[in-house]
């Protein structure tokens, strides 16, 4: 399984100029919503700009996401310089993003015990739960608790100072990031309200300068775990995508291209967000840059058009929440919290390995 090799050579090629102008525009963009942020007195319009900050900071992450898989610059030291910073304003470090994403999440997409992402219990495993885990385990499953499952069971965890045992320990790349990190922790805070007290005339009191902090620190990260919950979720979740046991031996390839949706917005909606729902070809090759994504989605659906593609709407949205509740491995369906199954058998077929077919030119 794989893309035409002259058109795949075509897909990586990687650009300096186009990652740094990427890069660039969105922290330009975000320094511009601080900016106004801190300009205004209007608490509605610093509400607005806060918002678009948390939107800026979302697409400098994808901007790191995709350095971290060596895709978005021809220089392994810039895609290193340009991920860590992008992801400062998310407060992620480079080294546990990279160890959480690319070596666990890339790896063993969708295996019960591995790919901790939105990994769904059985019927069984949900019944044996307390009351209170039960309880949590249904709010992130519903439509307004979804937004913040990231926040919660991933961020806090995985990402931001985890404990050791969530990660293995530490290594010494892992404590510099966790030094840059702090250092930014400590720096950004006090910037905004030195920028506060400056504009206020150094006038500003305790209320405007937490409230500056509020909006251009608090807000903007809580927007970022709200949007990227919902995203990851729509990446790997639908009734036509299943999961396997973490041992089961299949076809890893075919693994990540069915276990990866194609979700489709309108198209500036994609352009905006750096083509990120073209997540098939991703997963499927990961080095291919976000500037090149479209063209190597378009390719793979061509070859393969079993490609589960999810045309995006609030009741699409809505219908595969209400559905994707549980897991059963053994009958390979969604089942509700009563056990009766809220989709169709995942064809067998679904984990074989199927023959090479030669790519669409």
């Known amino acids: 399984m794989d893309f035409e090799k002259q058109k795949l050579l075509a897909l990586h090629s990687r650009s300096n100029l186009k990652g740094l102008a990427i890069f660039l525009m969105d922290l330009s963009l975000f320094a511009g919503a601080i900016g106004l942020c801190l300009a205004t007195n209007s608490l509605w319009l610093k509400a607005g700009c806060s918002v678009v900050a948390g939107v800026m900071t979302s697409l400098l ?45 890339h790896r063993f997409t969708n295996r019960r015990g591995k790919d901790y992402v939105w990994e769904p219990l059985t019927h069984a495993e949900f019944l044996n739960l307390s009351r209170f885990q039960r309880l949590k385990y249904r709010f992130f499953r519903t439509p307004a608790g979804h937004y913040w499952y990231y926040l919660c069971e991933i961020w806090w965890k995985k990402m931001f100072f985890p404990r050791r045992s969530e990660v293995g320990g530490y290594n010494t790349e892992n404590i510099l990031d966790h030094v840059v990190l702090s250092a930014w922790l400590v720096a950004w805070p006090s910037a905004i309200m030195a920028l506060t ?38 990446h790997h979740m639908h009734p036509q995508v299943g999961w396997v046991a973490g041992d089961s031996r299949v076809d890893s390839q075919r693994m990540q291209m069915l276990s990866s949706v194609h979700v489709v917005f309108p198209y500036y909606t994609n352009l ?28 793979l659906e061509k070859t393969y058009p079993e490609i589960i593609v999810h045309k995006w709407s609030p009741l699409t949205h809505y219908d595969v929440l209400k559905r994707c509740k549980l897991f059963d491995l053994e009958r390979r369906c969604w089942v509700g919290y009563d056990g009766v199954p809220t989709a169709p058998a995942i064809d067998a077929r679904y984990f074989e390995e199927q023959p090479r077919r030669q790519a669409a030119a």
């Open 272 to 299: 905006v967000f750096h083509r990120i729902m073209e997540h098939t070809a991703h997963h499927l090759r990961p080095g291919i840059p976000l500037y090149n994504l479209d063209d190597g989605q378009t390719v």
């Open 61 to 105: 992450f994808v901007v790191g996401h995709d350095a971290c898989h060596q895709s978005l610059m021809a220089r392994r030291w810039l895609n290193r310089l340009l991920g860590t910073i992008a992801f400062l304003p998310c407060l992620h470090a480079f080294s546990f993003w990279e160890f959480g994403h690319n070596r666990i999440h």
């Open 197 to 234: 007290w400056n504009i206020s005339g150094q006038s500003a009191g305790a209320y405007e300068l937490g409230l500056s902090v509020l909006f251009c620190c608090v807000v903007p990260l809580v927007v970022f775990n709200l949007l990227m919950s919902s995203v990851i979720y729509l």
